[in-house]
């Protein structure tokens, strides 16, 4: 059973970069049928889609956040990347990683950290 | 930006049946797909290609398309539905995802 699991610093500064890992177990990362997605959820607030990523680096981005978000992936290691710069509270949210089918939606979720932007 | 509307709440009592839809201009051209989110957890996908199920979702749930809406349906709604629902969907390229401001039910 595939599981994913993400992992950071549940504060960041203001202005500063917000830095993520999803660590993918039960299944690789190498796969031509999926790609590997962050969305995020402020608290009390819907579901936001921040972008997907391909295991040979082809990603797309939500165009809202398109000049703050980069991913990326280290198939070696089975994991992949978020990286947001210049956050401010309202970034506070939920971060959950997820695979996406090529049809985009999204099969497997971690279970979510809570990422706090706070001076 | 393009986006799905969702209404913000339902209320059912048990063993009836509720009904969320989910509207947007891409819908005709792209699959939508519906997400279950109980407290403090992560989305559970109910509905996948407008109307599939996949396994291990209970048959009282079941979707439906048409034209630029489309509809979850939950049957002979139990306790344990109530959560929040989310659609979710692309844009017309197909490329960018988009999500529902989701619909909360609540059963009485």
């Known amino acids: 059973q595939l599981q994913l699991q993400e992992s950071g610093p549940g504060l960041v500064k203001p202005s500063e970069t917000l830095s993520l890992t999803c660590f993918v177990s039960g299944g690789s990362i190498n796969s031509r049928l999926h790609y590997w997605s962050w969305v995020r959820q402020p608290p009390g607030k819907g579901l936001e889609w921040l972008g997907s990523?391909?295991?040979?680096?082809?990603?797309f981005y939500n165009p809202s956040l398109k000049t703050r978000v980069t991913m990326s992936v280290d198939t070696s290691k089975n994991q992949f990347f978020l990286n947001l710069t210049s956050v401010t509270a309202a970034d506070t949210a939920i971060y959950y990683c997820?695979?996406?089918?090529?049809?985009?939606?999204?099969?497997?979720w971690g279970q979510g950290t809570l990422v706090t932007v706070s001076s | 930006s393009y986006g799905l509307t969702q209404e913000p709440s339902v209320s059912v009592s048990p063993g009836q049946t509720v009904t969320i839809t989910c509207s947007g201009d891409?819908?005709?051209?792209?699959?939508a797909y519906w997400y279950q989110q109980r407290p403090g957890q992560a989305p559970v996908l109910v509905i996948y290609r407008d109307t599939e199920r996949p396994s291990g979702i209970p048959e009282r749930f079941s979707g439906s398309s048409s034209g630029t809406t489309v509809t979850l349906t939950i049957s002979g709604v139990q306790a344990e539905d109530e959560a929040d629902y989310y659609c979710?969907?692309?844009?017309?390229?197909?490329?960018?995802?988009?999500f529902g401001g989701g619909t909360k039910v609540t059963v009485l």
């Open positions: 997820a695979r996406q089918r090529r049809e985009p939606h999204f099969d497997f």
């Open positions: 891409a819908l005709p051209m792209q699959n």
């Open positions: 990523i391909f295991s040979g680096g082809n990603s």
């Open positions: 979710q969907s692309a844009d017309s390229s197909g490329v960018y995802v988009v």
